[in-house]
């Protein structure tokens, strides 16, 4: 070799150097890589370190697909497909939830505002949004974040509400599911009547809402007088923003609920009354609640795990040969892939006549519109259906169904619901009833037991701290009662500074609607009674029922005459 090219200082030179001076820069380049491979043995530490590095900085990335931040005030839940603020200072509620495809936000955080705030009756409306509740993160990892809030109130010491919000990686829906329990230290009963107050809508703009009755989906407008839902046959409501057709589903438990409200006020409200629940001491009320956001419905006809399904395009009245041409339009909460299968009845009796076929396969958070189009074959009430299923298996995920008119009405529509109510609903809706046990027995005389003719039945209204003198009256004379016990907080153990004369009047209310050979009364005055129990008694009197007032006080002029 006589020359080699040398590149210094960015020019290029052509110089002739000796076989000893090129042999002397082989060893220099020989000694180098050598010491290259040195240094990466020896470094095989630190190369492990930093491999480990890059794995943390990539399991990082990707969590960023869901994430949990927790903050002074309580924490941010996030995912690809929601965002939501969680206030552990002001009831553990939602005071944001924005639907990050749209951008469009759930709630407000106005006084009253927010989502998943809590009521139990029993301690009056407002008790827990002010509480302070504990915050626990329950799971923080790649697929799924979970945090717990915890509450309680001294109106109930020994109830608990626990709640668990829950977001996963690849769905758009927001999972709480709550544990009410009542502490084993109660060593009673509890009748529980729970309530969300939620203030929901697509903030903006004028909204739709949609419930599920017996007589098919009832449509309300916002704005309209504020409504109570009663004739409800799903555990599900929802709402869809009239411009932006973004919307949400808000399901419940149906075997718990009695019923829906919207409020149309200050705020806009979508609330899920419970039925009074009775919790035996150390045991819980368990309920799950999902929000399920979505864009591109224009109404919901059904939903039901992760699917919203929605007619469109339909008419409610049509002449015979009209064509009917429509939309299902599908929107899911993760991937699903499903067929689905139209087809109507002429109520009451026709059979079912196939429409078409059509598959949809989304991903989280996707929606797809189906075609759809028939001549029916006669006049009457139809009922069109959309069943949808798997498209691997045969198990039927939801059905939809509504119905239009052709020509003629025959007769309505008529849904049932899909499930029965819970066995924990107690007997006495709205009730704090109270009873006098019969079960410690002291020494007395048995002056008329048993008595002759027969037991008397007796109607009790006393104050609670003379509630005992009622069970000795029965240990010495052989009687059946019902007792309405008054005095405020301080009247049972069982409701125990959650009580007043009013819940005592309701329950006189439903014992009144009994009949008794006398009513006993002693301890309370005639104004404890409402004005419309008194009327109720007079009148039983009137009738034959019999009255013993002991120590009378607080009477109306001539009440008896």
């Known amino acids: ?48 370190h930093a491999s480990q ?27 690809t497909y929601l965002k939501l603020t969680i206030d ?19 709630t407000s955080d106005v006084p009253n505002g927010g989502i998943m705030k809590d009521v139990i009756m029993e301690t009056g409306m407002k008790e827990y949004w002010g509480k302070c509740y504990d915050l626990k993160v329950v799971e923080n990892s790649i697929e799924k974040v979970a945090v717990k809030l915890t509450g309680s109130s001294d109106k109930l010491p020994f109830v608990q509400i626990n709640k668990i919000f829950t977001l996963l990686r690849n769905s758009n829906v927001l999972r709480v599911d709550y544990k009410i329990t009542n502490l084993p230290e109660a060593m009673a009963p509890a009748v529980l009547t729970f309530r969300n107050h939620n203030y929901l809508k697509v903030v903006g703009e004028k909204n739709n809402y949609f419930i599920p009755t017996s007589k098919g989906i009832k449509d309300t407008k916002e704005g309209d007088s504020s409504i109570r839902y009663k004739d409800i046959v799903r555990g599900w409501a929802g709402f869809i923003g009239q411009k932006s ?36 001491s150390g045991k819980s009320l368990e309920t799950t609640v999902l929000l399920k956001p979505f864009k591109g419905l224009e109404n919901i006809s059904a939903s039901r795990k992760g699917l919203m399904l929605g007619f469109t395009g339909l008419k409610e ?19 699903s892939t499903g067929t689905v299968d139209i087809s109507y009845k002429i109520l009451p009796s026709g059979k079912q006549i196939p429409v078409g076929k059509g598959r949809f396969n989304l991903q989280a958070d996707g929606t797809e519109r189906l075609a759809f189009s028939f001549k029916p074959t006669s006049e009457g009430t139809v009922a069109l259906s959309a069943k949808i299923k798997e498209r691997e298996g045969t198990g039927e995920l939801l059905t939809a169904v509504t119905s239009i008119i052709i020509g003629k009405e025959t007769v309505a529509l008529t849904i049932v619901p899909e499930e029965k109510k819970s066995d924990m609903v107690a007997l006495y809706a709205g ?14 005389v048995k002056w008329a037991r048993p008595l002759q003719g027969g037991k008397v039945s007796v109607l009790a209204l006393t104050s609670g701290y003379n509630g005992r003198e009622v069970v000795e009256l029965a240990q010495h004379l052989d009687m059946d009662f019902d007792v ?26 439903e014992l009144l609607k009994k009949k008794h050979d006398v009513i006993l009364m002693g301890g309370i005055g005639w104004a404890h009674i409402n004005k419309k129990n008194r009327t109720n008694i007079i009148e039983k009197i009137k009738e034959g029922t019999g009255l013993v007032y002991i120590s009378p006080f607080k009477l109306e002029p001539n009440t008896f005459c």
């Open 1 to 48: 070799m006589k020359s080699f090219l040398a590149v210094s200082s960015g020019k290029k030179t052509e110089n002739n150097i000796s076989e000893k001076k090129i042999m002397k820069m082989y060893f220099i380049i020989y000694m180098s890589f050598c010491l290259l491979i040195l240094t990466g043995i020896v470094g095989r530490h630190n190369e492990c």
């Open 53 to 79: 590095q890059i794995t943390n900085d990539w399991i990082s990335t990707a969590n960023q697909e869901v994430s949990l931040k927790e903050t002074e005030t309580g924490c941010v839940l996030e995912n």
């Open 88 to 106: 552990k200072l002001r009831g553990g509620r939602i005071t944001s939830l924005v639907h990050k495809k749209s951008g469009k936000e759930f």
């Open 245 to 280: 057709k973004v919307g949400l589903v808000y399901s419940v438990d149906y075997k718990y609920i009695d019923f829906f409200y919207n409020w149309f006020g200050e705020e806009t409200t979508l609330e899920a009354f419970y039925k009074p629940i009775k919790v035996e």
């Open 317 to 335: 009245k049509y002449q015979r040969n009209d064509k009917i041409d429509f939309f299902l339009d599908v929107a899911t909460t993760q991937p």
């Open 431 to 444: 009730l704090k009833p109270q009873h006098l046990s019969m079960g410690y027995e002291t020494p007395h």
């Open 484 to 509: 309405a016990l008054f005095g405020g907080g301080f009247t049972t153990a069982r409701y125990y500074l959650n009580f007043t004369d009013r819940n005592s009047n309701s329950w006189l209310t």
